[in-house]
């Protein structure tokens, strides 16, 4: 297959990090006042956006079961179920956020502008432009500025919206995975690196914006051990027994999102807590959650034979990935207990990973420091 064309099959199936769910009470003893959440984003909150606006034909999978699958029908979320922010609003005792770009719908209780496909950064600003990125149309700066016009639209002021913010919980991310996920196709791992410094500024830059409008309550994740999931084991996959590492993961990819995670988490500590001191900001350990929910699948009720199969995929290989037959297309099946496996369709998580990582996040110690007054999960 000529290359383009190949990298073009590839951005829809990375679009898919591009890419739900009834829930439970709230988690007792939740004593919140958080009462609205604004969320930014890729496909790991994306609660609906990106089927609003991609064309028809676009993104079709993610609009058809087995997306939705447990949740009863597809909604635009790129999983069988709920995902992080889901359980979250749950927890503080919120309903769950409705897209932007949904029509008619209450944003009373905040807004997400999480966009499936969304990159940290510009097309024009990766690779100085040369690089092709179809479905990053909805960058970081694009949501920001969806986030400030709603703002402004819906409270008028600057000192309103200041007020507004300051009982509002701002989620920045994951974002800027997806910067990595493009450029990753068809360059090395030390080439792609070269992109860390301005995706990290993007989204440090974002935050900045956000708490100068008034929030003091900000969030914002790092990216996942991408070392871990099926599409990465599958497409980078080596012959090299040391290439792995104990839990079977490619180690150079885990050390390149560490080294994101990394300059991230010393901007958060160095530059933002520094200039705004009166506001929380927490970083959220997606990464070493992740890695325990991997060590602990077990005990959390997920098959630990299964922990880096893609439940909904085609049955090929042991990652059950295969990036010309992604999950929902023809020829491809959802495993029968979703709530067994970890990953949904070799790129996302299924609702019942999504599950266990916000207790594991939200209720707990990977969320730093804890802004959040959620009960410890047990
Ligand atoms: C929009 O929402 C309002 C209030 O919830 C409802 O009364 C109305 O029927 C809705 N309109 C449409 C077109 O769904
Ligand atoms: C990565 O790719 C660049 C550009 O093609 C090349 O110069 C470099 O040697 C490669 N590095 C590794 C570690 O393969």
Known sequence: MASSAA??????????????????????????????????????????????????????????LPYGITFGYP???????????????QDLGLPFLNPYLGKNKSFDHGVNFAVAGATAMDPADQFNGRFFMPFAANSLKVQLRWFKDF??????????????????????GEIGGNDYNYALFGRNVSEVE??????????????????DMGANRVIIPGNFP????????????????????????????????AKHNARLQRAIADELRPSYPAASIAYADYFNSF???????????FDASSVRKAC?????????????????????????EPEKYVSWDGIHMTQAAYRAMSRLVYHGRYLQPQVLNLEEAP
Request: glycine share 10%; with cysteine; proline share 3%.
């Open 312 to 336: 909904c995929g085609a049955g090929a290989g042991e990652y059950n990935y295969d990036w010309r037959r992604m999950c929902g297309a023809e020829g491809t099946a959802a495993c029968a």
């Open 194 to 211: 070269k992109l860390i410094p301005g995706v990290v500024r993007t989204i440090v830059d974002a935050a900045k914006e956000v708490l």
């Open 7 to 64: 990298f073009f099959v590839f951005s829809v199936l990375v679009a898919l990090h591009l890419c739900c769910c009834h829930g439970q009470a709230n988690a007792a003893g939740s004593t919140s006042d958080v009462t609205a959440i604004y969320s930014l984003g890729d496909s790991i909150t994306d609660t609906g956006n990106l089927i609003k606006e991609a064309p028809p034909g676009m993104f079709e999978t993610i609009k058809h």
């Open 151 to 172: 703002m402004k639209s819906s409270f008028g002021t600057d000192e309103d919206i200041r007020k507004r913010l300051q009982s509002s919980l701002v989620l920045i």
């Open 291 to 301: 890695l325990t929910l991997l060590n602990t699948a077990d005990e959390l009720g």
């Open 75 to 89: 909604t635009g979320r790129c999983s069988d179920g709920l995902l992080m922010i889901d359980f979250l609003a």
């Open 226 to 257: 991408i070392g871990c999931i099926p599409t990465y084991l599958t497409t980078k996959g080596s012959s090299e027994p040391s290439d792995y590492d104990s839990m079977g993961c490619l180690k150079e990819l885990n050390l390149f999102a």
